[in-house]
């Protein structure tokens, strides 16, 4: 069986946003996951990570489109169509 | 116009526009104004249409869309600074907004202080603050935040290595935590005791 390698609090801190974004896999998420499971420390962290995400995500609501801009944008693929034809 | 050609052009159109909403979103956060933001993504669809032809997959439209107006706004902005400055990454890597809000207890009478920190700001004041940070790190958390792009996704949109977005998203956020502390002190949202 491989050895999962033991992590310090500041390397699991170093990859809680790859975790969030689910981006560890082998090795890196099971020594994390170890890590996470005996430090209640870290945990909270985590936990603040992804509030804090989540927060950020939530505040950055959405960007009306400018009126008429696809009319715009349609106009302008013409006339390049035109300029080139 | 010839009808080969004709039929080129709606099939762009067919295959683009859609995205339209997505890219104006990317662009608007890029520039953080709306008149740059649409020049930007005029831009990108004549720079698009240009090289149509060497689309090979069409499912990967939005991708190679995205790639186009990241490779755009690189190109305008070379050299601009940011309103943020970018510390040593060791320095960055010792930040925690967590502990400082925990250290320095910015709201004493709070059951909960970390939510209470948080919810101190305002819609526009997270937006201004992810703003400010330098765009190699703005663009791939907008990416993630706004568009859910995986690590994948966002190494071959902004044409970088999976280790350079990782570190970048990781950093970024490291920006962002001490911009938000930073901007709560100004603004007199916390107290602090010992600084």
């Known amino acids: 069986m491989e050895q999962i390698e033991r992590l310090t609090c500041s390397d699991a801190v170093r990859q809680f946003f790859a975790y969030l974004d689910g981006a560890l896999a082998g090795g890196s998420l099971e020594a994390l996951e170890e890590h996470l499971e005996a430090c209640l420390n870290c945990c909270q962290k985590l936990d603040f990570s992804r509030k804090l995400d989540a927060f950020v995500k939530d505040r950055l609501g959405e960007e009306p489109l400018p009126e008429g801009i696809e009319e715009r944008i349609r106009r302008r693929i013409e006339d390049d169509g035109k300029r080139e034809g | 116009m010839p009808e080969i050609e004709v039929e080129a052009r709606r099939r762009f159109e067919e295959l683009t526009l859609p995205h339209l909403k997505s890219l104006y979103r990317f662009a608007s956060r890029l520039t953080g104004n709306r008149g740059a933001a649409e020049d930007l993504v005029q831009e990108t669809f004549l720079k698009a249409l240009d090289s149509f032809p060497t689309l090979r997959d069409p499912a990967r439209s939005k991708a190679w869309l995205f790639q186009i107006l990241s490779r755009l706004a690189i190109d305008r902005h070379r050299g601009e600074a940011r309103a943020v400055t970018v510390e040593v990454a060791e320095d960055l890597d010792r930040f925690s907004l967590y502990d400082l809000i925990w250290e320095e207890d910015p709201l004493p009478y709070s059951e909960r202080l970390h939510d209470d920190f948080l919810a ?76």
């Open chain 2, 120 to 195: 101190q700001f305002r819609d526009g004041e997270v937006r201004a603050a992810l703003s400010a940070l330098p765009e190699a790190y703005l663009a791939p958390l907008t990416l993630l935040y706004a568009e859910g792009m995986t690590y994948r996704e966002l190494a071959e949109v902004l044409d970088l290595p999976m280790g350079t977005v990782m570190s970048r998203l990781h950093r970024g956020r490291k920006i962002l935590e001490r911009e938000l502390w930073e901007y709560a002190k100004r603004r007199g949202l916390v107290k602090t005791w010992n600084k």
